[in-house]
């Protein structure tokens, strides 16, 4: 019995739908599951990646630092914040990649020809990074933020000319509270110097004017006095860092002579510091009777005949 050479059109027909009906819907299934299994291989990965660099010296050296202070809960809670504005970063870079790829490939598998579409998206992101620089530019920006723990939720910074405490920071916008209570939203792309009042360490400064007539001796010495009271006062202990100095004469005005006295502090803590030396300061050089000086206006008041005849001397 012969064998056809050529097998009937109908049996060719039926094989070409059931590839097409069983074949490529599993392909695509499998492609899909491949795309799950990976991003959550990839998400895993993340997870551990971030953790254990976040602790590591080079990236969480502010934290230890903190924790060394006595802010221990202050830096865990600052590693974990970082651990995930970065992880999702991470995540979502990945995620992004593997939809882009995993439909492209199934697009292929459905018969497309996908090679106008990758020229047409490829134009398109081109289209797309022109049109939307600064939006780049915020991401970019945000992003080098979060991983150089430039600053973070809960501290005061000053930037663009705003000081406030930090609420919330994004990939693409930093959200400030000033101490009035206005909330300022600051794109990251457009903040070029930051200064942070939170980092490793603070310092009070407090300068203090007296009259010309006083014994300068005699005011360091009580500076020196009131600074070391204040550095062995047990509700400050753990605030303030190292003793007190009285760095001497810092300026000469032309109604008083100013002393500066220097504390240094755990962050966020100076304000309040100063605020009670300057308190301490003026109690005890009332109690010394050390005078600080200020500003006088004198009023002299001339006769009216007087005043008539220089005005007529002028005019003549």
């Not at 080079?58 to 651990?83: E, V």
């Not at 979502?92 to 497309?112: K, P």
């Not at 430039?150 to 400030?176: C, F, K, M, W």
């Amino acid at each position: 019995m012969s064998i056809p050479s050529n097998p009937p059109l109908l049996s060719v027909s039926w094989a070409k739908l059931g590839e097409w009906v069983i074949g490529i819907p599993l392909r695509i299934v499998g492609l899909i599951v491949l795309a799950f299994v990976l991003r959550w291989i990839l998400h895993r990965v993340i997870d551990k990646v971030v953790v254990r660099a976040v602790d590591s010296p080079g990236l969480a050296g502010r934290a230890h630092k903190a924790a060394d202070a006595g802010d221990a809960i202050a830096a865990s809670s600052r590693r974990s914040q970082r651990a995930k504005a970065i992880g999702s970063l991470l995540k979502s870079v990945v995620t992004g990649v593997l939809v882009a790829i995993f439909a492209t490939m199934i697009l292929d598998q459905l018969g497309i020809n996908i090679a106008p579409i990758i020229a047409s998206a490829g134009i398109v992101g081109l289209a797309l990074g022109f049109g939307a620089q600064s939006l780049v530019r915020d991401y970019l920006s945000g992003m080098f933020m979060i991983i150089e723990d430039q600053y973070g939720v809960g501290d005061s910074i000053e930037v663009n000319n705003i000081s406030g405490t930090v609420e919330a920071v994004t990939l693409r916008i930093t959200r400030l509270r000033a101490l009035d209570g206005t909330v300022w939203y600051i794109p990251n792309g457009e903040i070029l110097t930051v200064g942070n009042h939170s980092q490793n360490w603070a310092r009070a400064v407090i300068d203090v004017g007296v009259s010309y007539n006083e014994d300068l001796s005699k005011v360091q010495r009580v500076l020196r006095e009131v600074s070391h009271d204040l550095w062995v006062d047990d509700e400050f202990k753990g605030q303030i860092i190292e003793e007190p100095e009285v760095t001497g004469v810092e300026a000469l005005a032309a109604e008083s002579i100013t002393l500066r006295v220097l504390i240094k502090t755990l962050p966020l803590k100076q304000w309040a510091i100063a605020r009670e030396m300057r308190q301490r300061i003026k109690a005890r050089l009332d109690h010394e009777g050390i005078e600080m000086p200020f500003p006088q206006r004198i009023i002299w008041h001339r006769d009216d005949k007087v005043a008539a005849a220089a005005e007529q001397q002028a005019n003549a």
